[in-house]
């Protein structure tokens, strides 16, 4: 049964969780949202994750700090790396041990490379399986509708933010980033052959989300880079894309899979940014993968070759 819980972050900022299962499960997935989504935008994955797992697992969502029920922070906080942080103390505060699984879609998907990206010493838990949803590593001001974080708007739009009175800055950052919003819901959201209602709740999601907490991320997704860190990372790992994405396309899905070790891509040609909603089968899918591949690694893991072969799916 999910268990709703208020996690204090170290610089005082109340992160809202919804935590299903027991600390005796035998795998704990932990599931991180996208920019201007929230923990709902998991609903799907949870349900099925639940019907085909039940006792035996334990799911954790919360929303990011400035987004959905958490409360709001200090604009420069709104950053990849103060995520990574969030991420772990949530963990020492529920408690996880693992085994487990760290999955992010869009910025969630940063804020497990950020994680990863850490010191050892400063990861309470190290996941064994890591699923990466339409995200990058970097460069996302050079490719596809991101382009937008290359020109001086982001910059401009967090300093209006920042300094303008409430009143003010609510109208001028809201004109301002009406396109940017359309795009993210309309271009880079979903294919054409998603259902209408689920456009409609994402849309409706982020255009709710904080106006501060747009310009905020906006700002630090421009200067994002986890390039570095990749071959370092020692979970196994599954990648999925879509090959309509204009928020992260697919370029970037084949740069994590060449750079993670052992990593699998998966990608979905007709699908966009919402893999979560348009293909929800192959991201649960890839997910319950990894909870059947960790109940019974250590065998394979004392065995494993030194370079695992890497393999593409992809699903029409």
Request: hydrophobic share 40%; with cysteine; proline share 5%.
């Amino acid at each position: 049964m999910a268990c709703n819980r208020t996690v204090t972050t170290s610089d005082g900022v109340r992160l809202s969780v919804r935590d299903w299962g027991s600390h005796a499960a035998g795998h704990t997935v932990v599931l991180l949202h996208g920019l201007c989504l929230n923990k709902d935008s998991w609903n799907i994955q949870m349900a099925q994750l639940i019907r085909r797992w039940g006792n035996n697992i334990r799911i954790i969502s919360y929303d990011h700090r400035g987004h959905g029920d958490s409360g709001n922070a200090p604009m420069q906080t709104y950053r990849i790396d103060r995520l990574a942080d969030d991420l772990a103390e949530v963990l020492v505060a529920l408690g996880v041990t693992g085994p487990l699984t760290l999955v992010g879609h869009s910025m969630g998907g940063m804020t497990a490379l950020a994680y990863l990206g850490r010191p050892a010493s400063r990861r309470p838990v190290e996941p064994e399986r890591l699923v990466l949803v339409a995200t990058a590593a970097g460069k996302l001001g050079s490719r596809g509708l991101g382009r937008l974080l290359g020109t001086p708007a982001p910059s401009m739009l967090y300093h209006l933010a920042h300094r303008m009175p409430r009143a003010g800055a609510d109208e001028v950052v809201q004109f301002l980033t009406r396109p940017v919003s359309a795009a993210l819901t309309r271009y880079g959201g979903y294919g054409d052959s998603a259902p209408k209602p689920l456009v409609d709740e994402s849309a409706a999601t982020i255009n709710a989300t904080p106006l501060k907490t747009k310009a905020g991320f906006l700002r630090a997704l421009k200067d994002y880079d986890l390039y570095h860190t990749l071959g370092s990372i020692t979970a196994k790992t599954t990648i999925i894309s879509g090959g309509v994405d204009k928020l992260t396309p697919a370029c970037h899905a084949r740069e994590l899979a060449d750079g993670i070790p052992g990593a699998t891509l998966i990608h979905r040609p007709t699908a966009g940014h919402g893999l979560l909603h348009e293909v929800p089968q192959v991201v649960t899918g890839a997910i319950s993968s990894a909870i059947a591949d960790g109940s019974h690694s250590g065998a394979r893991d004392s065995v494993r070759v030194a370079s695992p072969v890497k393999r593409e799916e992809r699903v029409s």
